[in-house]
């Protein structure tokens, strides 16, 4: 596969989670979490997604299109191991979605990061909220979820919180 059709996989599958985990929170109240704004692609498509549902950032920087900033009360800006464990206060009411699209090309980088704020993401999250991710995120309290139709193994890690 070339990196292009492999480009290309990632967010076909990024797409699907996240349209899938949407559908799945449909009845579940409470705000989303995006960790890793970027340039503000799945923070709009979220935003699509959920209309009149709270969304609340977390990014170090903040280099989004000009369209895709979120309003300075729903952005956490610093490092995730800062601003996720004191983050509940400003949220009012734990999370229905957790969306942490955190990778960098430094894949050993990346998945030490989601092993080390796993349990402050988890803390957030309301029982059956769901975390879909671009890491495997690992924690007792949650049970991995069925991928939609077309996702392969691994390409996007979906799970939901007990
Ligand atoms: N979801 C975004 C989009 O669709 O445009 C792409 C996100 S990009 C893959 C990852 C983002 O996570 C980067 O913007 C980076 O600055 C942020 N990030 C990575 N590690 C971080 C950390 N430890 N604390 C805060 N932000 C971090």
């Known amino acids: 596969m070339s990196r292009l059709d ?16 949407a559908a799945m929170i449909a009845d579940l109240p409470g705000p989303a979490l995006e960790l890793g704004l970027g340039n503000g ?7 699509t997604l959920l209309p009149g549902r709270r969304i609340f950032v977390f990014e170090r ?10 309003p300075a009360a729903d952005l956490f800006l610093g490092d995730f191991t800062e601003q996720l464990p004191g983050a509940m206060a400003r949220m009012g009411e734990p999370a229905a979605l957790v969306h942490a699209d955190i990778g960098t090309g ?9 092993r080390s ?5 988890v803390d957030l ?13 690992e924690d ?19 799970s939901i919180a007990t």
Request: hydrophobic share 45%; proline share 9%; aromatic share 6%.
């Open 41 to 47: 692609r799945t923070y709009d498509h979220l935003r």
């Open 117 to 121: 704020i796993a349990g402050a993401v």
């Open 140 to 158: 007792p309290r949650l049970h991995t979820a069925p991928l939609p139709d077309g996702v392969a193994a691994g390409r996007y890690h979906l």
């Open 106 to 114: 430094d894949k050993a980088a990346s998945l030490a990061l989601a």
């Open 125 to 137: 999250m309301r029982p059956g909220a769901v975390l879909l991710s671009d890491q495997p995120f």
């Open 6 to 21: 492999s480009f290309i996989q990632r967010l076909q599958a990024q797409r699907a989670c996240l349209d899938a985990a």
């Open 61 to 70: 920087e903040v280099r989004a299109q000009p369209d895709c900033v979120p």
